[in-house]
């Protein structure tokens, strides 16, 4: 009997955990793209087909050094600007691609900053993600990305995001590679039992990064594998609509025993 009611104990607790985070059902197949470092083919290419497609997207960008002027390489802030426009979330990926650790809460602030007044400038709209450079992952940055009303942030790891049990200023996802297609196409599995997969494109390609690029004949087939099979493809400040962000910061303890990064 002790052990019967014990049982009702945490599944109560279970369910008013769940209800707490969750405004409504993770639907099975959400997926989330996402775009690091504002290369120019990601305006060019990457999102007139995500419109063909009817896909959201989140654009992660800074001015990345050395060569960010370079315009053949990177989007220009009125290209980035456009991306907002037609409707694509742009987002804070640090002023100068700066890795987090080690930098001190008011140098962080600064590169969030930067990034907020040019968005506020060209009236983008205020960042509300963010996306650690180089997945280098700091919980000093916890308390300024509070504190300036981040709703989540995007590290690496390799794995489908749980809102029930991952913090959301720890969000996992996977990198597209030249070289991942198998463990893309897997990923997108993975979009189910309410968990959510995220995804990391950089270039389409990447003219100065090629570790990094995704060829676009294999991007144009992971739109077309995704829409054929009925998936849902949104921004990473969509999920606000489906978590209680504010609860969950609250409810969720960061876990650094969790893989954070590939």
């Not at 600064?110 to 919980?139: M, N, R």
């Not at 606000?240 to 504010?246: L, M, Q």
């Amino acid at each position: 009997m002790k052990k019967i009611i014990v049982f009702i104990l945490v599944l109560s607790v279970h369910f008013k955990t769940n209800a707490q985070i969750l405004k409504q059902h993770i639907p099975d197949k959400l997926v989330v793209f996402t775009f690091d470092d504002a290369p120019v083919t990601q305006f060019t290419y990457a999102a007139p087909l995500l419109k063909q497609y009817g896909f959201g997207a989140t654009f992660f960008v800074c001015e990345f050094p050395p060569n960010y002027h370079d315009s053949t390489k990177y989007m220009t802030w009125s290209q980035m600007q456009q991306l907002g426009k037609t409707g694509f979330e742009v987002a804070n990926h640090t002023h100068t691609h700066a890795s987090v650790i080690g930098l001190s809460q008011q140098q962080f602030a600064d590169q969030l900053k930067y990034i907020e007044d040019k968005c506020d400038s060209l009236k983008i709209g205020k960042p509300v993600t963010f996306a650690y450079p180089g997945y280098d992952v700091d919980s000093s940055a916890f308390a300024t990305l509070k504190k300036r009303g981040y709703l989540f942030a995007r590290a690496g790891a390799g794995r489908a995001y749980d809102p029930l049990s991952d913090y959301p200023y720890l969000v996992p996802g996977w990198s597209s590679l030249t070289s991942n297609e198998a463990q893309i196409m897997n990923a997108f599995k993975q979009a189910k039992d309410g968990k959510i997969v995220v995804i990391t494109f950089h270039g389409i390609p990447d003219y100065e990064h090629s570790w990094v690029t995704t060829p676009p004949e294999l991007f144009k087939k992971y739109l077309q594998y995704l829409y054929n099979n009925h998936y849902k493809v949104i921004a990473l400040k969509d999920l606000a609509d489906y978590i209680h962000v504010k609860k969950a910061l609250i409810e969720i303890k960061p876990d650094f025993k969790k893989k954070l990064k590939d």
